[in-house]
């Protein structure tokens, strides 16, 4: 069976990163994180400019 793939948004992650979520969706992001992310270019240019 195949892992869920989750397309993750800019603001999220910066949310994560700025420990902004619930605590709920920290423990999902991590989650997702630590399998394998999927991040657009757009996102990955959002978050360098972050």
Do not use: A, H
Not at 15 to 42: A, H, R, T
């Amino acid at each position: 069976m195949e892992k869920s793939k989750y397309l993750i948004d800019t603001d999220s992650v910066i949310d994560y990163l700025n420990n902004n979520l619930p605590d709920s969706g920290s423990q999902f992001l991590s989650k997702v994180v630590d399998d394998v992310p999927v991040l657009s270019v757009i996102s990955k240019i959002g978050i360098l400019g972050f």
